[in-house]
């Protein structure tokens, strides 16, 4: 295969259907699929919506948006994605959820397509074993919000063929992003310098060394950051941020890496950060 066409997307969350309104601005056709279909048409709602707002700054015309949701459709039946030349995995980072959905895309996907996650740390090679196409599985890591961030990693597994990786980023290319490309190692670039940091801002509002505000503020006004770490975790989701840093702790063996018990216990609290109202802050 030269060229993707279709992209399936799985998990409609932030950066599911982030990645959908991407590829269909972009001229992909996209199905966009996600198990609760409560979520799925929020999804589709909020990409309609995001597009309607684009329109009322005068960023793009009518037919623009007509053009983009033409090509967008969803669905809560996996078998939809069977034709896709591309799939881009988005769901809930889990293990077990990732390795099953990779497991029956197997399946339904026709042979010759390409299967990426846009996992934020989970082993890229450990996916692909539950596949027996491991060199058509790479990782195509979008930033959130994916309309916005200009940057997607891309992970080649231990089996990824150069074939599919370089088709993985020029189809990211093709969506306006700029590629870095990183190894196969838990948390792969990003993860493995923005988790890190964002648990020691856990560990010392934990520790009372300064409030949430001082230290978001210290980060911005005193590092140049855009967002304190806090409010970034808030944003990412904290769910995902404790799952990234079990992943890098139980990857890289070292208890530096140890989760924060402060952000543990907002998890266990169900405190999601944005997505769920309540984090580190009130929204
Ligand atoms: P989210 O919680 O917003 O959305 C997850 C979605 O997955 C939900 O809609 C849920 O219904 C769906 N889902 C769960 N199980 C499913 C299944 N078996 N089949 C289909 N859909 C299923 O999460 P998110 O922030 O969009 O994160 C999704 C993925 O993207 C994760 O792997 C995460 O690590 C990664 N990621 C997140 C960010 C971020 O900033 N949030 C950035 C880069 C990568």
């Known amino acids: 295969m030269s060229e993707v066409k279709l992209i399936g997307v799985v998990g409609a969350g932030q950066m599911g259907r982030g990645i959908a309104q991407v590829g269909a601005m972009n001229g992909f056709k996209v199905i966009m699929f996600d198990i609760n ?4 048409k929020f999804g589709h709602d909020f990409i309609a919506k995001q597009l309607a707002k684009g329109l009322e700054k005068g960023k793009w015309d009518q037919g623009f948006v007509d053009s983009t949701l033409a090509n967008l459709t969803a669905t809560t039946d996996l078998k939809d994605l069977k034709d896709c030349d591309l799939v881009v ?3 809930t980072e889990n293990k077990k959820i990732k390795f099953e959905l ?7 996907v026709k042979p010759e397509a390409i299967l990426a996650s846009n996992t934020s740390s989970i082993s890229i090679t450990e996916i ?12 195509m890591h979008f930033m959130n919000p994916v309309p916005v961030m200009k940057l997607v990693e891309t992970i080649t597994g231990l089996e990824t063929s150069t074939e599919t990786i370089e088709l993985v980023e020029a189809t990211a290319q093709k969506m306006g992003k700029t590629v870095v490309r990183a190894d196969d190692v838990a948390g792969f670039a990003v993860n493995r310098i923005l988790m890190p940091m964002i648990n020691e801002a856990f560990y010392t509002l934990y520790e009372g060394i300064a ?4 230290i978001d503020n210290a980060m911005k006004l005193g590092c140049n950051q855009p967002m304190g770490p806090l409010e970034l975790a808030d944003f990412i989701g904290l769910d995902t941020c404790l799952a990234i840093m079990e992943v890098l702790h ?8 140890r989760p924060c018990p402060l952000l543990k216990k907002y998890v266990t609290a169900k405190r999601f950060g944005r997505k769920s109202g309540k984090g580190v802050y009130e929204y």
């Open 37 to 40: 279909a409560d979520g799925l």
């Open 102 to 108: 990779f497991r029956n895309l197997d399946e339904i």
């Open 250 to 257: 139980e990857g890289l063996g070292d208890t530096k890496y």
């Open 128 to 139: 692909a074993a539950n596949t027996n196409r491991p060199e058509k599985v790479a990782g």
């Open 89 to 91: 995995e988005a769901a």
């Open 211 to 214: 409030d949430a505000k001082g």
